[in-house]
């Protein structure tokens, strides 16, 4: 599961918004706090360079599907994208169609394609890297 970035903000709310317990006093709260700061920090990281990733992904992906007419598999339809959710529902239909191209690939033995992919894959990693800052402590 890859939680989106508004169940992530939901997730920090959640945890701020409840009353700490004497239980949680100390260390246990310290890094409490560690950890909702750290997910709003790659939060913020997400709603700054995130949306761009995924246009960038999905405009990568549906070339190679596009250029792969040979196989059975079909590049979704994009229809109208108006919000994040609604790029991140075709991203994930574009991503199980490439997923699906690579094994057709892979079981023929096209190696041009596979590499081709393959490139994708790091490319698209990049695209979503996120950088942890140095943790006190």
């Not at 890094?31 to 909702?36: H, K, L, P, S, T």
């Not at 079909?74 to 991203?91: H, L, V």
């Not at 190696?111 to 942890?132: K, S």
Request: charge should be negative.
């Amino acid at each position: 599961m890859t939680p989106t970035l508004p169940e992530i903000l939901r997730g920090n709310f959640m945890s701020l918004a409840q009353p700490p317990t004497a239980e949680m006093a100390g260390d246990f709260m310290t890094a409490r706090v560690g950890v909702i700061a750290l997910l709003n920090l790659l939060a913020a990281q997400e709603a700054a360079r995130g949306m761009a990733a995924v246009v960038a992904e999905n405009d990568a992906i549906e070339q190679i599907l596009i250029a792969a007419k040979s196989d059975a598999v079909s590049c979704p339809r994009p229809g109208d994208i108006y919000t994040p959710a609604e790029f991140d529902a075709r991203n994930a239909a574009l991503r199980s169609a490439l997923i699906e191209l690579h094994a057709a690939a892979e079981a023929r033995g096209d190696h041009a394609t596979d590499r081709r992919i393959l490139a994708l894959y790091v490319t698209t990693a990049a695209g979503r890297r996120l950088e942890l800052p140095p943790l006190p402590g």
